[in-house]
Structure formats: structure tokens, C-alpha cells
């Protein structure tokens, strides 16, 4: 059995290698390792339970597609909610409970934010039907077949990865327009997850010579913001309303959370953008397939950043009842821990850490008073830490949410 598991690790090991390593997960510019997350997350006996990209257990949901992996506040308030049924579970199959350092909770959730942005794989026949609708062919020829105008398509064949595939095209983007243009053929737009279908026609119609595997470092937040500077693109874009207007705000976007989809949205602008960077004399930016990577991961994140209020904490933290048990202001006496007293900085990671390490205890007293485990959802989990966050400085520290990292 245990054999049995190490081998399916390894297999998901290698299968998490082949595609870009991506690491979304965005706080205060920590660097945290994807790779010793799996090995917490089979340690700790996750998957003895839930799959990731449909390996390992069954009995709770796969977390792969899961709507909170990939968001830590989100993944927080999910894990807090479901805790006492998981316990229960753990109980039932006689597994310890697990306890977790902050690191390895860290590394847990880069983990599960990454397998989140893996694109699946493509699906031939619709990129078949894509290409035929796009006519792709009449440019490029492909397996033996089609036009002679672009680069024959069995050379980036090899590329793995939807990224680098897209960053190939992006670089060749005016060429392309231009003969395009010349046949009045119009630009390819393309929707959801046709690019990775594309994809994975062209490595098919490509057969062996396809063999060839590009590995991509893990993508990084911060290379990435200075790349969308040093690019340029904050020429047109905006991060929280700083830096150029003509092209979208891209703290306000809301981009698909695939990375082979948001190169995708890319793309579609890319004519626009080419036009516009033009008139503006702002060069053409040419991108290394890593460099996406990285300006993609940064995108990525922007959308992760969360705030809270202190003042509908507070409200929550009476009408949930941790009132019952903690008190909050020094020196005052209570059932459970003064929670004014807590030192170290609360994010949605050390809140995962507290909540495994010290919620069996909390459940335990719950029951005990026929309590029910309060359920938080993300908004109010955010406003929960914020405001036990104001608790130590009593107001006259500023509180400290990743929100504030990525300003300009
Ligand atoms: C004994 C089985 C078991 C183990 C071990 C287990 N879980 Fe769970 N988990 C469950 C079940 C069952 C649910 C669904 C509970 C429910 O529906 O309320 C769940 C729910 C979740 C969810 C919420 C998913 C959603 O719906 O968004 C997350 C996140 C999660 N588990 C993470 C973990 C992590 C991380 C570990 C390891 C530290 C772990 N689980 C260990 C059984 C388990
Ligand atoms: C009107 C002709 C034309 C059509 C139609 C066309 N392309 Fe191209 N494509 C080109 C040209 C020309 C280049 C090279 C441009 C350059 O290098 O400046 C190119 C470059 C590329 C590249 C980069 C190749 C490399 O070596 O990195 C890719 C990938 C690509 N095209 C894919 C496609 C796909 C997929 C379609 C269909 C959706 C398509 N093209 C449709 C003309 C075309
Ligand atoms: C010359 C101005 C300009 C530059 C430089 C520029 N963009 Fe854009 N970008 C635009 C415009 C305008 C749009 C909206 C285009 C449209 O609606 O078709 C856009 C749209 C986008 C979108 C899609 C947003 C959405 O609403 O879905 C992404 C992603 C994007 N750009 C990324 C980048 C990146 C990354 C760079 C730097 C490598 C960059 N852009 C450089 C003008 C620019
Ligand atoms: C029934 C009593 C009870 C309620 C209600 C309760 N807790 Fe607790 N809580 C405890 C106990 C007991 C501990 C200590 C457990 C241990 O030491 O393992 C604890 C520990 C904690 C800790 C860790 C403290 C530390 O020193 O690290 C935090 C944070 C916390 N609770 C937050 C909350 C929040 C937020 C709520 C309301 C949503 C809440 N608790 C509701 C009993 C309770």
C-alpha cells in the first residue's frame, strides 16, 4: 500500500514537472517552495483523502478543481469551515491529526495554488476544428501539409508548454498581422482553453518529432512585476490606478486563473496593443517564454491580494461567539487563550496553521458547551484577521495586509 502511494507521488511528481511550475500564490514576496508542499501534502495524509489532478484519495473532494485551491483566504475559510467533518473523518480512519509548522503550511499552499493554474490537457480534435476554422494552414504547413508563408509549425511542435507557445507567437505577432493583413485574412482570436487544444493538435499532427520537452522555471511574482515595468506595459496599464490609462486597469481585471488562458486574453489584444504601442513610439515588447511566465504569475496575483475591516471583525468575533471563550484586551481573564496576546502576524497561511494546530482543542470546548463550529466565508475571514491583527497594536500600528505589497 505504502508502496503503492510513494509511486503514485512520483508519477504526480513528474506530471507537475513536465508542465510550468507556477507559483500564484502572492504574500509579501516570501519565496516559498511548490515542490517541499507536495511532500507536506502527502506527509500530513491530504491525499490519502483528496486527489490532485485526479490522483490519490477519495473521500474528500479533489482539490485540483475546487473552487477555494488557489486563493489562500479562500483556502482558508474552506479548510476552517470543513474542519470538523475532515477531523471526524481522520478519526473514523484512524489517522493522526496533523499539526503544521508555518513553513510547511506556506509551502502547502504554494502547492495548491499551482496545481490550480495547470492548464489541462488540450483536446486535439477541437484544436483540429480550430485550426481548420482559423486557417492556420494557409500559412503554415504542419506534418507535410499547408502554406509555406509563416515558419512550419513541427519546430514549435516541442513546445510543451501553453506559455511558451503563446510567448513564440507574441513575438511574431507583427509578422504574423502583417501577412495576415496582406491575404485579408482576419486575426485569430481565440476563446477558453482553444489555444491549449491548438496545441495539442499540432504536437500530435507533429508525432515524434514533438519529443522534445521545455521545462520553464517556477514563475516568479516579483521578476514578474518588474518585467510589466521594465516592458512597459505599465505604460498603458494601471495597477491601482497608477501608471497609464489606455489599456485596462489590470488590478481591476479579472483574468482567468489558467496560465494558458490568460496568455490566451493576451493574445486576443495583441493587435490592439500593437497599434496602439506604435502611436506611442513604446517598442513592440519581445517576451522569453520564462519572462511570461513570470508577468503572467504577477498578473495572477493581483487578484489574490484581500482586505478586511477591523470593525466588522469585531462584530463577527461577538456574533460567532469566539467572545464566549477568548478575551482580547490585556490582562483580562478568559476559558481559552487572550487573543490580544498572539504575536505572530496573522495572514491567511498562520490562520491554516492555528486552525489544525489548536482546533481540535477549540472543537473539543465547542462541543462540550453544545456549541456548533462557526462557519467563516472568505470576506468575513479577512475581516476576522484584520481585526485581531488591530488587537495588538491597539490601533497604533498600522495593520498589515499583503494588499499593501504590490502597490506602486
Ligand atoms: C480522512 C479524510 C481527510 C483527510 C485526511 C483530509 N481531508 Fe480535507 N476534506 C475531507 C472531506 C470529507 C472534506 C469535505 C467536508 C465537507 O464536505 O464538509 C474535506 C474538505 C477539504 C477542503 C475544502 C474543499 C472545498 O470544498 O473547497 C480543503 C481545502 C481540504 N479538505 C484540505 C485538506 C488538507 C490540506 C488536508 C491535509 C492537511 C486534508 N484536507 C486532509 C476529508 C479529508
Ligand atoms: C496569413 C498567414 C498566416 C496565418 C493565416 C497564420 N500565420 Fe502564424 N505566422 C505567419 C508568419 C508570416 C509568421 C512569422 C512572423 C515573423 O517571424 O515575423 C508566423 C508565425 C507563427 C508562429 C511562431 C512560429 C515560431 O517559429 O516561433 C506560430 C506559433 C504561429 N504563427 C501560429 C499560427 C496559428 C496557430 C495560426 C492559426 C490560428 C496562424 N499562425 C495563422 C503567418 C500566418
Ligand atoms: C500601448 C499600450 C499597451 C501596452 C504597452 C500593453 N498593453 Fe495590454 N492592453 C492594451 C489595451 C488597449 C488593451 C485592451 C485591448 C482590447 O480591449 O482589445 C490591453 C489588454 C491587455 C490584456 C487583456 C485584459 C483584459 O481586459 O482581459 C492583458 C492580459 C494585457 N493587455 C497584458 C499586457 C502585458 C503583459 C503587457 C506588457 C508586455 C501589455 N499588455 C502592454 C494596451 C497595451
Ligand atoms: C468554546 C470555546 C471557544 C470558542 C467559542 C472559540 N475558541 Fe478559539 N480556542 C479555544 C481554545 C480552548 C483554544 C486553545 C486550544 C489549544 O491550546 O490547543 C483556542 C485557540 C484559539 C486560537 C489560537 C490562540 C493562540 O494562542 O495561538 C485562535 C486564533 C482562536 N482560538 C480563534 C478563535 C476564533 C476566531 C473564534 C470564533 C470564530 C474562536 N476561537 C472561538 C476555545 C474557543
Redesign the pocket.
Known amino acids: 500500500m505504502k508502496t503503492n502511494m510513494q509511486r503514485r507521488f512520483l508519477f504526480l511528481l513528474g506530471k507537475l514537472l513536465l508542465v510550468a511550475a507556477v507559483l500564484p500564490l502572492y504574500l509579501s514576496g516570501q519565496t516559498t517552495d511548490t515542490r517541499a508542499g507536495l511532500i507536506v501534502f502527502r506527509e500530513k495524509g491530504c491525499a490519502s483523502c483528496h486527489a490532485v489532478l485526479g490522483e490519490g484519495g477519495v473521500l474528500g473532494p479533489d482539490l485540483t478543481r475546487t473552487a477555494s485551491t488557489g486563493n489562500p483566504l479562500e483556502l482558508a475559510a474552506a479548510m476552517w469551515g470543513h474542519a470538523p467533518q475532515m477531523w471526524q473523518r481522520m478519526k473514523l480512519e484512524h489517522l493522526e491529526l496533523p499539526t503544521f509548522t508555518t513553513e510547511e503550511m506556506e509551502n502547502m499552499f504554494a502547492f495548491l495554488a499551482m496545481i490550480r493554474s495547470f492548464d489541462e490537457p488540450g483536446n486535439a480534435v477541437v484544436g483540429q476544428q480550430v485550426f481548420q476554422a482559423k486557417q492556420c494552414a494557409t500559412c503554415h504547413s504542419i506534418g507535410g501539409q499547408g502554406g509555406d508563408l509563416g515558419p512550419n509549425l513541427t519546430t514549435v511542435a516541442s513546445l510543451r508548454n501553453p506559455v511558451a507557445w503563446v510567448a513564440g507567437m507574441w513575438n511574431h505577432g507583427p509578422g504574423m498581422v502583417r501577412a495576415l493583413r496582406e491575404r485579408g485574412i482576419s486575426f485569430p482570436e481565440f476563446q477558453g482553453t482553444e489555444m491549449v487544444d491548438l496545441q495539442s493538435y499540432i504536437r500530435l499532427q507533429a508525432g515524434a518529432a514533438a519529443d522534445e520537452k521545455t521545462y520553464l522555471r517556477p514563475p516568479s511574482t516579483e521578476r514578474g512585476e518588474s518585467l510589466f515595468r521594465s516592458k512597459q506595459c505599465i505604460n498603458c496599464h494601471g495597477i491601482d490606478s497608477g501608471g497609464g490609462t489606455s489599456g485596462p486597469d489590470m488590478s481591476r481585471v479579472v483574468l482567468p486563473r489558467r496560465f494558458g488562458e490568460i496568455a490566451t486574453v493576451m493574445w486576443n489584444h495583441e493587435p490592439q496593443m500593437n497599434r496602439l504601442a506604435a502611436a506611442a513610439s513604446i517598442s513592440y515588447p519581445q517576451l522569453e517564454a520564462q519572462e511570461l511566465a513570470d508577468i503572467l504569475s504577477f498578473l495572477n496575483s493581483l487578484s489574490m491580494r484581500w482586505t478586511g475591516s477591523a470593525s466588522a471583525g469585531a462584530k463577527?468575533?461577538e456574533s460567532?461567539?469566539?467572545v464566549?471563550?477568548?478575551a482580547t484586551t490585556p490582562g483580562q481573564q478568559s476559558?481559552?487563550?487572550n487573543?490580544g496576546?498572539?504575536e505572530q502576524s496573522l495572514t491567511p497561511i498562520t490562520?491554516s496553521t492555528?486552525m489544525w494546530?489548536?482546533g481540535?482543542?477549540?472543537l473539543e470546548?465547542?462541543e462540550?458547551?453544545s456549541?456548533t463550529w462557526?462557519v467563516?466565508t472568505s470576506r468575513e475571514l479577512a475581516d476576522?484577521i484584520v481585526y485581531?491583527e488591530s488587537l495588538k497594536g491597539r490601533g497604533q500600528r498600522p495593520v498589515r495586509s499583503p494588499s499593501s505589497g504590490g502597490t506602486p
Open positions: 463577527l468575533f460567532k461567539g469566539c464566549n471563550c477568548h476559558p481559552a487563550p487573543l496576546k498572539i490562520v492555528i494546530n489548536h481540535p482543542r477549540m470546548q465547542m462540550n458547551t456549541m462557526p467563516l476576522m485581531l
